[in-house]
């Protein structure tokens, strides 16, 4: 199935399903979906941050320093966050990453997600899946923040990763 073919559970504003639809459509019509994002952390505490490959459906060849994505269709977030985070690492056997938060992203332009925030330790070798990054690499937090006003970063990484620093 193609990435713009999986269906999404669509939720309103309380996160309540009220439909189905494929990706490619909520996209299109800016239907609220879920989505998970994970910040994979190595032993030493730094944090596994990537490019986007520049055939992503939303922010092609951008610069994130979350893994995950959405949740499929009668998938839990908690759910979603191993399996993501898994196919994205390129591992099998990742412990379930941590539930933190969950927020709306709303980028004030139609466009809306709810967005559970988790943390995982990888202590595995990484194989990121080629499909999905093209570049990768484990920064420390220093080294992550100098590089947050270089390149294009995807705005709801972003979102998330404020929250997430406001709520340590």
């Known amino acids: 199935m193609k990435p713009a073919e999986e269906i999404l559970d669509i939720v309103d504003e309380q996160d309540r399903v009220i439909g189905q639809a494929p990706r490619g459509e909520a996209y ?3 239907l609220r979906h879920r ?3 994970i910040l994979a952390r190595d032993p030493d505490g730094k944090i596994f941050t990537h490019r986007r490959t520049p055939t992503k459906l939303v922010f ?3 610069y994130d320093m979350f893994v995950g994505g959405v949740v499929g269709a009668g998938e839990s977030y908690d759910e979603a966050a191993l399996r993501e985070a898994e196919e994205e690492l390129g591992v099998s056997g990742l412990p379930r990453p941590t539930p933190l938060f969950k927020f709306l992203y709303d980028d004030g332009a139609g466009k809306s997600w709810w967005s559970y925030v ?3 330790c990888c202590d595995l070798p990484v194989h990121p899946q080629a499909e ?6 484990f920064l ?3 080294e992550l923040e100098r590089r947050l006003g270089e390149g294009s970063w995807t705005p709801d990484g972003l979102a998330a990763y404020e929250r997430l620093k406001a709520h340590r």
């Open 35 to 37: 989505c998970a994002f």
């Open 132 to 137: 999905e990054i093209d570049w990768h690499a």
């Open 140 to 142: 420390s937090p220093e």
């Open 60 to 62: 092609p060849g951008w």
């Open 118 to 120: 988790y943390e995982v």
């Open 28 to 30: 299109a019509r800016n």
